[in-house]
């Protein structure tokens, strides 16, 4: 039997294989009829809305996807030699080497969401940064699901040859007239030795979906993965664990987090880094805020396998509802002597001293919470500059300006 019969027996086998982390799903509840043809000028607002910039002209490349159908890939010609942008099936098709490379990361009997993502492959991008390429604008991809009650199940693959540097920004969305579905999300990410990315990930779904991304990450000597997620839309239900395996000398990966549970949502958010490589560096920082009758799991945890290895995880939550709830799970592992790994977590609810200071300075209580929660998910953490900051700050600002 060849490799890729042995991977799609293996999904076949998982399909009924639930994750551990999240609410259970029935996979045939979802329909696999696609959407018709989406309006240009509606495509550019729903990705403007997860800060894809779909028209401008400050990015190196564009990959779109609506439901199973690839509408938009392009590099721009500054960067034609430094970066490939691609359905994965086209790149599997163009490069029979990547085989070596699908579903190396992320097994595919996983859970059921894998397997569905094997068995029912909906397209996905593949990036590639070639061997030291700088490329100092961001590539930007979005994922949009048009038609309601829709599974849409993509894998993407990113390279980054050995020396390069990236940004990938990708946003995930919905049509307006979008009121549930499922989207399952497969990312493998390979960083060669002394590359770079910067990853980050927006998402504004609906109130009906269910969100299942699945992410691996190898990093190499000297590589550095820097992971950004951002979700403050309400949704059914979103479940997601990233694992960076950091086996390079020097490797380092971080993963910053800002979530907004609100309405009846329950958001089960984590990550995972393993210190394998001497000297690797691991840091997860997250805040998360549950309001109304959200719910919310945040995890995270460090594995320190090498006694140069270190390590530390941070997660600060807001509680805004007396029928909300929030849940904090660090955890950390060591494996050898030396290791060092540290964590910090609280909980809590917003101080009363606080609300009636700014109160005091003529802003209602609504106001003075909308304001503290907003100073809570600081953009900061993320690292970013520039129009992408500002962008994550107007969501955020339009989210909690709109649901406190």
Same mark, same amino acid.
């Given at each position: ?25 029935? /996979? ?13 000028? #509606?495509?550019?607002?729903? @990705? ?11 990015? @190196? *490349? ?7 159908? &690839? ?5 721009? %010609? ?11 099936? %086209?790149?599997?098709?163009?490069? =029979? +080497?990547?085989?070596?490379?699908? +579903? ?16 029912? +492959? ?34 993407? /693959? ?7 540097? $990236? ?29 770079? /990315? ?6 504004? +779904? ?6 299942? =991304?699945?992410?691996? &990450? ?28 950091? &086996? ?21 958010? *984590? ?19 549950? $309001? ?9 945890? /460090?594995? *320190?396998?090498? =006694? ?26 060591? %494996?050898?002597?030396?290791? #060092?790994?540290?964590?910090?977590? $609280?909980?809590?609810?917003?101080? #009363?001293?606080? &609300? ?49």
């Amino acid at each position: 039997m060849s490799e890729m019969l042995e991977i799609r027996e293996k999904a076949r086998l998982a399909l009924a294989k639930p994750s551990p982390y999240g609410p259970d799903l029935g /996979l045939s509840s979802y329909s696999r009829v696609s959407g018709g043809n989406v309006d240009g000028e #509606e495509l550019a607002g729903q @990705a403007a809305r997860v800060g894809v910039d779909l028209e401008g002209s400050a990015k @190196a *490349g564009i990959y779109l996807q609506s439901d199973r159908s &690839i509408v938009m890939r392009a590099v721009e %010609e500054s960067y034609r030699d430094s970066v490939e942008v691609m359905g994965t099936m %086209e790149a599997l098709s163009k490069y =029979p +080497w990547l085989k070596d490379y699908w +579903w190396r990361i992320v097994p595919v009997d996983l859970d059921k969401y894998t397997a569905l993502a094997e068995l029912e +492959w909906d397209q996905g991008y593949f990036i590639r940064v070639l061997p030291g390429s700088k490329v100092t604008l961001p590539i930007h991809s979005c994922f949009l699901i048009s038609r309601d009650n829709l599974d849409q199940n993509v894998h993407n /693959l990113v390279i980054l040859e050995p020396g390069s540097e $990236a940004q990938l920004i990708t946003g995930c969305t919905v049509h307006p007239n979008v009121r549930k579905g499922l989207h399952v999300g497969v990312s493998e990410f390979i960083l060669r030795k002394g590359s770079k /990315l910067v990853f980050t990930m927006i998402h504004g +779904w609906a109130e009906g979906m269910d969100v299942r =991304p699945r992410t691996g &990450i190898i990093l190499e000597d000297d590589a550095t993965f820097i992971s950004n997620y951002v979700c403050t839309s309400p949704v059914r239900s979103l479940q997601t664990y990233p694992v960076a395996h950091c &086996i390079g000398e020097g490797s380092r990966a971080s993963f910053n987090t800002l979530i907004y549970g609100s309405r009846n949502s329950i958001m089960d958010v *984590g990550s995972m880094i393993h210190l394998e490589g001497r000297g690797s560096r691991g840091e997860m920082v997250t805040r998360a805020i549950a $309001a109304d009758e959200s719910k919310i799991y945040t995890r995270g945890l /460090l594995r *320190g396998c090498n =006694p140069e290895s270190r390590g530390h995880l941070e997660c600060r939550g807001l509680i805004l509802s007396d029928k909300a709830m929030l849940n904090a799970i660090p955890e950390l592992i060591g %494996e050898t002597q030396g290791t #060092e790994l540290s964590h910090e977590a $609280a909980v809590g609810k917003i101080s #009363e001293d606080q &609300i009636e200071y700014l109160m005091a300075r003529g802003l209602s209580e609504d106001e003075a919470t909308s304001l503290i929660v907003k100073g809570f998910l600081d953009v900061g953490i993320l690292g970013l500059s520039g129009t992408l900051k500002e962008e994550i700050q107007r969501i955020i600002n339009a989210t909690t300006g709109r649901t406190i």
